[in-house]
């Protein structure tokens, strides 16, 4: 059982440059979500998803765009990378939205915009 | 907005101390949740508090819902190396069922 696999690990991408992000969970969960973590901010939320083919704001969507075809990936895309988007980016799922229970994280995808 | 700070920043003590940190914020919480990541992975829950006034451990851990709800504490007794990481604290954003985190608590353990 992987719980919630995300890939690429590392990245480096130059200024205007786009790419994707990729979320799987193989635990059927409904809710995903992701977050971006700079030094000093904690866990912020980009977008998240309640179901398959819903998405939605969060904290800090500027910049990003995110798809949900498929109940169990989450892809998070940058169409003109930054600086600014230097980060790291962990997805998360959750059975329900009742986030009482906590969410089940990524290992992260570490981000560098040159 | 509803925000979640967290102290001390980071933390140095040496192996066999205890540790000790909170988590407060200007809005009421209905839940707090107490998240560790280590270094290289991502979050991962170790303890959930539903009740003010609730007290709860997990082995080494406790943790404290505070009784305004407006805080929480987590102690951890005889540190080891691996307790090594960045502690979150988390909540449900008022009337939905996203979290919001805390800033961290980077706690370093020396042998």
């Known amino acids: 059982n992987a719980g919630v696999t995300q890939t690429p690990k590392f990245r480096v991408l130059k200024t205007g440059q786009s790419m994707t992000l990729l979320c799987a969970q193989d635990?059927?969960?409904?809710?995903m979500y992701w977050y971006r973590q700079d030094p000093g901010m904690g866990l912020r939320l980009i977008h998240y998803s309640v179901g398959e083919g819903t998405t939605a704001k969060g904290e800090v969507p500027d910049g990003y765009n995110v798809s949900r075809l498929k109940k169990q990936n989450f892809l998070l895309g940058l169409e003109s990378a930054a600086p600014s988007q230097t980060s790291v980016y962990f997805c998360?799922?959750?059975?329900?939205?009742?986030?009482?229970?906590?969410?089940?994280f990524g290992s992260g995808t570490r981000l560098t915009v040159v | 907005g509803q925000q979640l700070n967290q102290s001390p920043q980071s933390m140095f003590i040496q192996e066999g101390e205890d540790v000790s940190m909170n988590c407060t914020s200007s809005s009421i919480f209905n839940t707090w949740l107490w998240y560790k990541q280590d270094p290289g992975e991502g979050p991962v829950l170790l303890i959930a508090l539903y009740k003010a006034g609730e007290l709860t451990s997990n082995g080494r851990l406790t943790a404290q819902f505070g009784i305004t709800r407006k805080d929480s504490f987590l102690n951890i007794s005889a540190s080891i190396p691996s307790d090594v990481g960045i502690y979150f604290c988390a909540g449900p954003l008022y009337n939905t069922d996203k979290l919001i985190f805390g800033t961290g608590t980077r706690l370093h353990v020396f042998p």
């Open positions: 635990m059927n969960h409904e809710y």
């Open positions: 998360a799922s959750s059975p329900t939205g009742l986030s009482n229970y906590g969410y089940t």
